[in-house]
């Protein structure tokens, strides 16, 4: 019997699937990446993969895990680090470790080229084109990137609330929603900036921001509006790498939390890609990004090889 692991890790939370003999046995879930100057990275990634670990009980003989995480580390040797800290508290198991958007799009489109984007909390958009190089666009993270992501979202709502509170901005009803939200609103930027999680609570107002817009406040829906276009825009950046000579019926799909949202992102997106991009076929995604992970772990690594790192003495893909 074989035991491996599959994770798809982001800043809000992490899942882990046990993978026995090729098949999906058992889900579990941790919470996310704190991006905070008291806690080192590693520390937070791996303490997340540990708890979800603990809660499928620890299974005994793990011989691989592949994890797409958000706070992949870009520098090799961090990266490493990362991979022996997780191989470590696994008993010594092999890793396969790269950021999310390789899970992603391996999830959406199954390994074939085309372009996959993937927005939650962050954004990132990742396009395999048919040589098999690799495109992507954002990715930043929360301060120089991740532009229309669920983060974008809950920033703009609290700063329209901080300028109609000060007498810059024009009256909006996502004021009295935050207040429901939060309470008491003197003092929230404070108390968000010294919070262990800031980028998590700022993305967790979009279920009050999508309710605000759907009442019909016109500053709320500005800001749905503004972060599909981004989407957009960074999508399209992609396509014109990935396949600068157009092609045809060129795959293009999506995943993440906030493209749940079906009438604020996920048909505006559709219908400006499709509208734009004549030749792209937009599909719904084959599954989410565990389900990439547990993919590569059937079939390899194969076009994803160069983003991801192996590690273990045993490490093969």
């Known amino acids: 019997m074989s035991l491996e692991l599959a994770v798809d890790g982001g800043q809000t939370n992490l899942r882990m699937a ?5 098949a999906v046995a058992e889900i579990a879930h941790a919470g996310g990446f704190a991006y905070s100057g008291r806690t080192d990275l590693l520390d937070s990634v791996a303490e997340a993969v540990t708890e979800a670990y603990d809660a499928l009980g620890a299974p005994a003989g793990i011989e691989r895990i592949c994890l797409g995480l958000t706070a992949a580390p870009l520098q090799p040797e961090r990266r490493l680090r990362l991979a022996e800290r997780i191989s470590d508290r696994l008993g010594g198991t092999e890793v396969w470790l790269g950021p999310d958007m390789v899970t992603a799009h391996a999830g959406a489109l199954g390994g074939a080229a085309g372009v996959v984007t993937t927005a939650g909390t962050g954004v990132v958009c990742l396009g395999i ?17 991740d532009s229309g992501s669920g983060f974008a979202v809950g920033r703009a709502a609290l700063r329209a609330v901080m300028a109609e509170r000060d007498g810059r901005g024009p ?10 939200a939060f309470g008491d609103l003197a003092g929230l930027s404070q108390r968000i900036y010294t919070s262990p999680a ?9 279920p009050w921001v999508a309710a605000v817009a759907r009442a019909g406040d016109p500053v709320a829906r500005d ?7 981004d989407l957009v825009a960074t999508t399209a950046s992609v396509l014109a790498r990935a396949f600068p000579d157009g092609g045809s019926d060129v ?8 493209f749940t949202i079906d009438d604020l992102v996920r048909r505006p997106f559709v219908d400006a890609v499709r509208a734009r ?34 590690a273990g003495s045993d490490a093969h893909v």
């Open 277 to 310: 991009f004549p030749q792209v076929r937009v599909q719904e995604p084959l599954g989410p990004p565990l389900d990439g992970a547990v993919r590569l772990l059937a079939d390899g690594l194969g076009p994803y090889t160069p983003l991801m790192l192996t």
């Open 171 to 180: 009256a909006t009803a996502l004021t009295g929603a935050a207040r429901e």
């Open 18 to 22: 046990l993978v026995r003999d090729g």
């Open 198 to 206: 800031p980028v998590r609570i700022v993305a967790s107002c979009t």
């Open 223 to 229: 800001i749905w509006a503004g972060a599909v276009d």
């Open 251 to 258: 795959p293009l799909s999506y995943t993440g939390g906030l």
């Open 129 to 145: 084109a048919a040589d098999g190089s690799a495109h992507q666009a954002d990715g930043h993270g929360y301060l120089l990137g």
